[in-house]
């Protein structure tokens, strides 16, 4: 079983800036994707960004292109999101995500308990 925890979260003015941590625990195969999704009240979960291993390739959302960046440190099982000039509509609680390779053609998604980022003007 694979545990994923967040931290990083918190209240901060529109402008600033924010880094949220994942590590994950437990069974994490060599194969997988880490990323971030947040939900705002009221509305779907939606992904923010993803990193893969090997050539660790990203893709981000459109509405936080240049603004966050995503990084991951293998050795520790460990995924950042660098969150800059945030906007009121950041504000939402983020999850830690990962979808592993569990067998030839089987993946399997896990997910964290999440953080809130609250963005004030």
């Known amino acids: 079983q694979v545990q994923l925890l967040e931290s990083g979260g918190g209240l901060v003015q529109a402008g600033g800036s924010l880094r949220l941590s994942c590590v994950a625990s437990g069974y994490v195969t060599p194969i997988n994707v880490l990323g971030w999704y947040r939900q705002a009240p009221g509305k779907q979960r939606e992904q923010v960004a993803i990193i893969t291993t090997g050539s660790q390739a990203t893709s981000y959302a459109d509405s936080v292109k240049g603004r966050f960046t995503i990084s991951r440190d293998n050795d520790k099982d460990m995924v950042f999101l660098e969150m800059t000039n945030q906007e009121l509509d950041d504000t939402a609680v983020y999850y830690c995500?990962?979808?592993?390779?569990?067998?030839?053609?089987?993946?399997?998604?896990?997910w964290g308990q999440g953080t809130q980022v609250t963005v004030s003007s």
């Open positions: 995500y990962l979808r592993q390779m569990i067998g030839i053609t089987e993946w399997k998604n896990y």
